[in-house]
């Protein structure tokens, strides 16, 4: 069973700072790639940040470069997103999904590339 399960979500203030954690059930995350993405009520679902850590490859989102981290702890088999300097128009549903072909579409951090998704963590970016 191949199951990504993130965590990690919750309410933070702006300018705060959360991580969120890509749990790897079922499979070996290096194997794959691994992105991270999210929707908010009314726009279309977001790649935020992707990564290839066999290959060294990280992917971020214009609007989250700078602010945002993206990790391996292969000890773990988690895949980690650092969140700094939070806005509110980052308040989403982040999902972790992971492909394992290293194609185009997941290794460009487009969504419709990849096979297997988590359930989602709502964050909410708030005063």
């Known amino acids: 069973q191949l199951q990504p399960v993130e965590s990690g979500g919750g309410l933070v203030q702006p300018g705060g700072s959360l991580t969120l954690s890509c749990a790897a059930s079922?499979?070996?995350?290096?194997?794959?790639?691994i992105g991270w993405f999210r929707q908010a009520p009314g726009k279309e679902r977001e790649g935020v940040s992707c990564?290839?850590?066999?290959?060294?490859?990280?992917k971020y989102a214009e609007s989250v470069k700078g602010r945002f981290t993206i990790s391996v702890n292969n000890d773990e088999n988690t895949v980690y997103l650092q969140m700094n300097s939070l806005k509110a128009e980052d308040t989403a549903v982040y999902y972790c999904?992971?492909?394992?072909?290293?194609?185009?579409?997941?290794?460009?951090?487009?969504?419709?590339?990849?096979?297997?998704w988590g359930q989602g963590t709502q964050v909410t970016v708030s005063s």
């Open positions: 999904a992971a492909e394992r072909l290293r194609a185009y579409y997941s290794t460009t951090c487009l969504w419709w590339g990849y096979d297997y």
């Open positions: 990564i290839d850590s066999s290959a060294g490859r990280t």
């Open positions: 079922g499979f070996t995350l290096d194997d794959y790639v």
